[in-house]
């Protein structure tokens, strides 16, 4: 079953959702109009995984989640109910962990396992670097950490380093039975001396045998006792294995293999070898032989060796077992970067759309005011591009440091072979990579053995010379070397080859930098707007026109009509409705800033000095905390409520803890500073409290409330718009009512979806709902609407005509109009922007009427004789060449006009 892609659903497993939940979730998601079931990874991953990207096993279905068994109910209930499933599969890096069963040989049998080549590490270190230790290695051995311990449930011995357990040479184990008091010792030496990686399982069953011995079982246990006891014969085990335990800390500087960001339990896997495709997607490929499978979302698609050899290679293994799954990837497009058209895929995931509704519902026009806001507040002014620079060299030099030196050393090889370049010396290499690496505007280049395509030569030859400018390398020399490296500028076939060794890890790594600088550093320090500090986002591009919207829509039914159209994600730094809300601040800035200095005022008795010159909490992120405390609050919110007061203090807690130590200015994951964090969460926990503050917080809700009832006619306009340009709507679980999460974990919280959907199936209209808009049951009755229209003409909505409308009058810049044209029908969209100066104090997300005044519509000559029906309301429209606006937008603040399309009618 090929299901045509109409709208996905993400369910978030784990958590306390499983197959299970799916299962029974099956109907609820036909009736909602949803084509796809869009799964967070499924596969087994690391022992307490919350999220399954740590996943350990490409083959075996999550225990936890239900297993096999579970996986074919729920797989069942979907095709039962007409719903596809498309899942996300995590490519590029598995979980350092026990369960691994391909990591654990790697690590006992070193360059001899059988698994080798399955992970991207170097063969050339001496050991393979293991830094989990607490505390540096020699402490560790003194203070009784290291141990041998028995692991009878493996039928084996093992290495144990305070908890966390590694695996041992079989050949090695000569020093544990060196103590061994039994007469089976000298046969068992002999045997595991000629032991090889194919002899793994044998080894285990001959020792379970011997376990069932109780006088061997004793003095087995005995030996180990003895060895455990003597701290050189342990030390000497040690460095008798393929792996070197270290202080968690050398991680960022020795480690020998990729790792996924910096996070050291995630290790590269080599995709670009045809065995490690096969085995890692045996199971991919089966489902979807099997038609369990109808579409697959890769999953850090940028950092795979070779993106498009990869997704070749998945559409020709789909097409091995006939069948056309649709691909998604999730890329980060930044500026005007656009999808490559040569991967030959459905689309990304969508987050440039977030990006385009960010320019759509910021008001530009009054970005000075709102920088004059925020630099009042924190006291100082900020250059963001210079922070981003800042970041990015650090992020490389320090916390990088070991990707840094592997890469000096690829360049440094190839430069030595070269009579103009064997003089350039390592320090300077490294300066020009991280230079190189600093200017780069997009997440990364795809140079690979096919060449060098063009728009990466252009971008390359940018970096190269803006670099050179910075004047930051004494020559540019250096900076021209890495440039020739990236372009594979070189004749003779060792150079070449050492090229393409550092391009490709160079590529994998300028994508870590970018994220971790910009995503997880910068955007929780620069907190001008925070709506706008999102991923894909660039907070310094403040706003834009309905034209520039346009054009963005334009782009994607050219690269991607079938991409996804994300508003929300399990990454996302806040959720839609949070945002929605906070793009109103920009219309008011003079407003917002009254407001938050006169909430600081009264907090001010909870802010500590620690020093002169440092308050906790910082302007920066208290001017932060009181846009997210915006974004946060939900529309019924009740200052009265403790038990909801009580819940958003746990909730603000953990966002700002996660917030200031990614801001890495005054605490850090590394090396938090509990001087710094505990003013902080006294400071969070005395706003909620009303014992505390007072009627702090209320005033604070009373204040607000213009921007609150805006915030949620952006959201209805908003989501319209997701269900109507081109792509494929994704609702996040549960967004589909009102979501003003904040960054995960609090965004992966388990939500009752069904309990929630009963309210859309109530009988009543979408009017009757924005009468009683707080309650969220408008914006899921909207979204099951449009869904209800996108169902009757899927392709009008994906591959159909965009095209932009012509709007007149004095409020013609507050909407966006455009039309969807095919043989199936057309529809015409309405949704205002800008809407806080059309409210007037209304107290319903409806803009009065009146306020439109004179604007209109303009309809061309191919919709003129149409005769229209809002889908929405039920409602006729008849024009004569133009819409009134303040007409169709009378009963709702959004409208949806339908022509031939099936369906037409009152929702």
Same mark, same amino acid.
Request: charged fraction near 25%.
């Given at each position: ?12 497993? =784990? ?194 045998? #011997? ?24 030390? @000497?085990? #040690?460095?008798?294995? #393929? ?42 490929? =089966? ?117 840094? @030196? ?27 990579? &991280? ?304 979501? #003003? ?116 519509? &303009? ?49």
């Amino acid at each position: 079953m090929n299901h045509p892609l109409v709208a996905t659903y993400r369910l978030q497993f =784990r958590s306390g959702t499983d197959f299970g939940s799916a299962t029974h979730l099956a109907p609820y998601l036909k009736r909602l109009g949803v084509s796809h079931l869009y799964a967070s990874p499924i596969f087994a991953a690391a022992p307490g995984s919350t999220h399954g990207y740590d996943v350990v096993d490409y083959n075996r279905f999550e225990d936890e989640l239900g297993g096999e068994s579970g996986f074919l109910k729920m797989s069942d209930a979907l095709i039962e109910n007409g719903v596809g499933l498309i899942l996300d599969f995590v490519p590029n890096h598995m979980g350092v962990s026990s369960e691994n069963a391909w990591w654990e040989d790697v690590l006992a049998w070193g360059a001899d396992s059988r698994y080798r080549d399955v992970f991207d590490m170097s063969w050339m270190a001496e050991k393979i670097l293991v830094p989990v230790l607490g505390k540096p290695y020699g402490d560790a051995l003194r203070d009784g950490d290291l141990s041998v311990i028995l692991d009878e449930a493996r039928g084996t011995l093992r290495f144990d380093a305070a908890g966390y357990q590694l695996p041992l040479d079989p050949r090695t184990l000569g020093h544990v039975f060196g103590y061994l008091d039994h007469e089976e010792r000298d046969r068992l030496l002999r045997r595991l001396a000629v032991a090889t990686p194919w002899d793994q399982q044998e080894l285990t069953e001959r020792l379970a045998e #011997h376990m069932e011995d109780e006088s061997f079982r004793s003095a087995l246990k005995a030996g180990v006792e003895a060895i455990n006891r003597d701290h050189n014969a342990l030390h @000497l085990l #040690h460095e008798a294995q #393929h792996w070197r335990l270290a202080w968690w800390r050398t991680a960022r500087e020795k480690l020998t293999y990729r790792r996924f960001f910096e996070i050291t339990d995630l290790i590269g896997v080599r995709q670009e070898r045809r065995r490690v495709f096969q085995d890692s997607h045996r199971t991919v490929i =089966r489902l979807a032989r099997e038609r369990r499978l109808d579409g697959i979302r890769i999953d850090h698609v940028d950092g795979l060796g070779d993106p498009r050899a990869y997704l070749g290679d998945l559409k020709q293994a789909f097409h091995g077992v006939r069948r056309n799954l649709s691909i998604h990837v999730e890329k980060i497009l930044t500026g005007p970067e656009r999808l490559r058209r040569r991967w030959d895929i459905e689309g990304t995931t969508g987050y440039e759309f977030i990006t385009a509704l960010a320019g759509l519902y910021v008001d530009a026009s009054r970005e000075e005011a709102m920088t004059r806001a925020y630099t009042g507040f924190i006291g100082e002014e900020e250059n963001l591009r210079a922070m981003i620079a800042r970041q990015k060299r650090e992020i490389f030099s320090h916390n990088l440091a070991g990707e840094l @030196l592997y890469l000096t050393n690829e360049a440094i090889a190839v430069a030595s072979r070269g009579l103009s370049t064997r003089d350039l010396g390592p320090d300077t290499m490294a300066r020009a990579i &991280v230079e190189i690496a600093t200017e780069l505007p997009v997440y990364r280049t795809y140079v690979s053995v096919e060449g060098v395509p063009s728009e990466d030569h252009a971008v390359i030859d940018g970096v190269v010379e803006r670099a050179k400018a910075s004047r930051r390398i004494d020559a540019d020399e250096p900076v021209d070397f890495i440039g020739r490296l990236l372009k594979l500028d070189f004749e003779d076939g060792l150079d070449v080859a050492g090229a393409l060794d550092f391009t490709r890890r160079f590529q994998q790594t300028t994508g870590a930098v970018m994220a971790k600088a910009v995503e997880d550093t910068v955007f929780y320090r620069y907190n001008r707007l925070i709506a706008l500090n999102e991923v894909g986002g660039e907070p310094d591009h403040y706003g834009g026109t309905v034209e520039d919207f346009h054009r963005e829509m334009a782009v994607r039914l050219e690269d991607q009509p079938f991409g996804l159209l994300a508003t929300s994600t399990h990454d996302t730094k806040r959720a839609e409705d949070a945002r929605a809300r906070l793009y109103t601040l920009s219309e008011a800035p003079e407003r917002w800033e009254d407001i938050a200095r006169r909430f600081a005022r009264m907090l001010a008795p909870f802010r500590r000095e620690l020093e002169e010159g440092l308050v906790s909490p910082d302007p920066a992120s208290e001017w932060m905390f009181y846009q997210s405390l915006v974004g946060v609050l939900p529309p019924d919110f009740d200052p009265s409520d403790r038990t909801t007061r009580h819940e958003l203090a746990g909730r603000l807690n953990a966002f700002m803890e996660k917030a200031v130590r990614e801001a890495k200015r005054y605490t850090s994951w590394t090396s938090p500073s509990a001087p710094f964090e505990a003013p902080i969460r006294d400071f969070v926990e005395a706003v909620l409290d009303a014992g505390r503050s007072g009627d702090a917080l209320a005033t604070f809700w009373a204040d607000i409330q213009p921007f609150v009832v805006a915030g949620v006619v952006n959201t209805l306009s908003q989501t319209l718009l997701k269900f109507t340009v081109p792509g494929v709507p994704d609702i996040y679980q549960g967004t589909e009512f009102y979501d #003003h999460s904040l960054v995960d974990p609090d965004n992966r919280r388990d939500v009752d979806i069904e309990g929630r959907g009963r309210g859309i199936e109530d009988g009543s209209t979408l009017a009757d709902a924005l009468a009683d808009w707080r309650d969220g049951r408008i914006k899921a009755k909207l979204t099951a609407a449009a869904l209800k229209v996108r169902a009757a003409a899927p392709s009008l909505f994906t591959a159909g005509d965009y095209l932009p409308l012509e709007v007149e009058g004095a409020m013609a810049e507050h909407l966006v109009a455009f039309a969807r044209l095919d043989a199936e029908g057309a529809a015409v969209v309405l949704a205002p922007r800008l809407v806080l100066a059309l409210m007037g104090g209304a107290e319903n997300p409806l803009p009065p009427p009146d306020a439109w005044q004179d604007t209109t519509v &303009v309809l061309p000559d191919a919709l003129r004789d149409l005769v229209f029906t809002d889908a929405l309301t039920g409602r006729p429209m008849r024009a004569s060449g133009r819409l009134v606006v303040r007409e169709v937008l009378s009963v709702l603040p959004v409208a949806l006009l339908t022509s031939g399309i099936g369906g037409d009618g009152a929702s």
